[in-house]
């Protein structure tokens, strides 16, 4: 717990970040958590930018939601293309 607490930002799962999970859902081909997950960085990425820090990258190994996220305007790693 030391090393969570000190090591992430913890983003509150809120009613607009879940509206914004179904949405992504409708637009992409992506299971619930996987849109989920898109909805917490697409929060994070844009929290980011308007404190002024650069842009973050998604990181997944799971090709659709590597092009979601892709099409939602993040820059996206996939972790498995660098063995």
Same mark, same amino acid.
């Given at each position: 717990?030391?090393?969570?607490?000190?090591?992430?930002?913890?983003?509150?799962?809120?009613?607009?970040?879940?509206?914004?999970?179904?949405? =992504? @859902?409708?637009?992409?081909?992506?299971?619930?958590?996987? &849109?989920?997950?898109? $909805?917490? #960085? /697409?929060?994070?990425?844009?929290?980011?930018?308007?404190?002024?820090?650069?842009? =973050? @990258?998604?990181?997944a190994?799971?090709?659709?939601?590597? &092009?979601?996220a892709? $099409?939602? #305007? /993040?820059?996206?790693?996939?972790?498995l293309?660098?063995?």
């Amino acid at each position: 717990m030391r090393h969570f607490d000190n090591e992430y930002l913890i983003i509150p799962v809120t009613d607009a970040v879940v509206e914004q999970a179904v949405q =992504l @859902t409708q637009r992409h081909r992506l299971r619930g958590y996987d &849109a989920m997950q898109l $909805a917490l #960085g /697409l929060d994070a990425h844009a929290t980011t930018v308007a404190a002024g820090l650069p842009a =973050l @990258t998604f990181v997944a190994a799971d090709d659709d939601l590597l &092009a979601a996220a892709s $099409a939602e #305007g /993040l820059v996206t790693e996939n972790p498995l293309a660098h063995p």
